[in-house]
């Protein structure tokens, strides 16, 4: 028999009983809908994460001292502002930010409230606006000639304009800190968005990380320093790197450490991977039953046809065009199961993402590689043949004299 005759003889066993048809699919749709649906939802889960954590920069490197806090290091060996300019001489360097800050009590007079608020003066220089997401609403960033001036300029959230001013565009006005060096004013050059709720018993203020410097009598000493690099290829060389230079400028040994967020990243992306896979696996179990469903709906196919196989066979089938023909019938089965389990797998997947978006306050897109689907239709495919190669051998061994005889 011609392959072409072949496959119009399985359409034409399938499409002869359609109720069976349709119980042959739907057992290999479910195990492919739940496998499709885990796959999509666990993908979109690592990628709403990763966004979150991109949002930190896997291409920034925390530079620190080994001890926990600077001030129990001797001078030398704490890092220092002088240490920004000598890094950002180093070419994969994009940018390094640092900050220093001081603290004042009751040092904001808000209208509504009895008394002050206490206020962080939150020394910044010019690239700690390239190390994380700022969206500066009014006015402008702090920049590099403010830094180098000891300007008294400040940048503040919307929360504290509208606290203090009733108004969220405050640039241009001044700020006034009550503090024990007397009353420092700012004038305000920037607003930026306060991306999580303003508690209003604490203010932020950034200011030039120079001017910080200055009203702490030139204490320099910092806690740690951010490093951003050009390329994240190299990320953990350019660690390794960073220290080095920084022990040769101040004459130290083994005294900074280096942290990078991508380690942490991958451990999440692991974890979900590890879950996601364990899920998979259970569901597969269900493509282990259907694959059952499908041999035994195959081996009553070839109970019913019995006396048609004798016809086939009289008219000069041979064994393996019998075999063949009930292989390709229960491939184009699964396949077609593989495909309904597929659609409705990246359908479900949509629905429970949109859910969890909506729950979590995140966004969650459902997200599977081709790759993926094509390893799931040749494994649906394939379930259909290894299921259906008893009731084929079955098929093509039975005698032709008494299958026409079967009724």
């Given amino acids: 028999m011609h392959i072409t005759e072949l496959f119009l003889s399985a359409f034409s066993g399938i499409t002869n009983n359609k109720k069976r048809t ?16 885990i796959l999509c939802v666990g993908q979109g889960l690592k990628g709403a994460i990763n966004d979150q954590l991109d949002s ?3 291409d920034q490197i925390t530079i620190t001292n080994k001890k926990n806090y600077s001030g129990l290091l001797d001078s030398a060996d704490s890092l220092k502002i002088s240490d920004i300019a000598y890094l950002k001489s180093y070419k994969p360097i994009k940018g390094v930010s640092a900050q220093l800050s001081t603290s004042f009590k009751e040092a904001v007079d808000i209208p509504s409230k009895d008394k002050g608020i206490d206020a962080s003066l939150i020394g910044i220089n010019e690239d700690y606006y390239i190390m994380d997401k700022h969206n500066i609403l009014y006015g402008r960033k702090i920049l590099k000639e403010d830094v180098e001036s000891m300007s008294m300029v400040a940048v503040i959230t919307n929360g504290l304009s509208n606290l203090i001013f009733g108004t969220e565009n405050s640039v241009g006005k001044n700020l006034i800190l009550k503090t024990h060096l007397g009353r420092l004013r700012f ?37 740690r320093l951010i490093v951003k690099v050009n390329d994240i290829k190299n990320v953990n060389e350019f660690g ?25 990243i991958k451990d999440i ?10 899920l998979t696996s259970v569901a597969s179990i269900s493509l282990l039953v259907g694959g059952v469903g499908v041999m035994n ?11 048609e196989i004798g016809t086939r066979k009289s008219l000069g089938a041979t064994n393996a065009n019998i075999k063949l023909q009930f292989l390709i019938e229960s491939a184009i089965l699964s396949g077609l199961g593989g495909i309904i389990g597929i659609l409705s797998g990246l359908s479900l997947g949509f629905i429970i993402t949109s859910f969890a978006s909506t729950i979590f306050n995140m966004k969650i897109l459902p997200s599977i590689s081709i790759l993926s689907i094509v390893v799931v239709i040749s494994i649906s495919c394939s379930i259909g043949i290894l299921f259906g190669v008893y009731p084929a051998s079955k098929a093509a061994k039975l005698d032709p004299v008494e299958s026409l005889r079967f009724e």
């Fill in 297 to 307: 709906i195959m081996l009553v196919s070839v109970t019913e046809r019995t006396k």
């Fill in 56 to 58: 930190f920069g896997v």
């Fill in 187 to 223: 004038k305000i050059i920037g607003i930026e968005d306060d991306e999580y709720s303003f508690y209003d018993s604490y203010a932020n203020v950034y200011v030039p990380i120079s001017y910080v410097q200055m009203i702490k009598n030139n204490n320099d000493k910092l806690s």
């Fill in 22 to 37: 349709f119980l042959t699919i739907f057992s290999i749709m479910v195990g492919i809908t739940s496998v499709i649906t």
């Fill in 269 to 278: 992306n692991s974890t979900i991977s590890m879950f996601t896979i364990f």
């Fill in 240 to 264: 390794n790197n960073i220290i080095r230079f920084l022990e040769i400028k101040n004459n130290t040994n083994n005294v900074y450490k280096y942290r990078i967020e991508d380690s942490e």
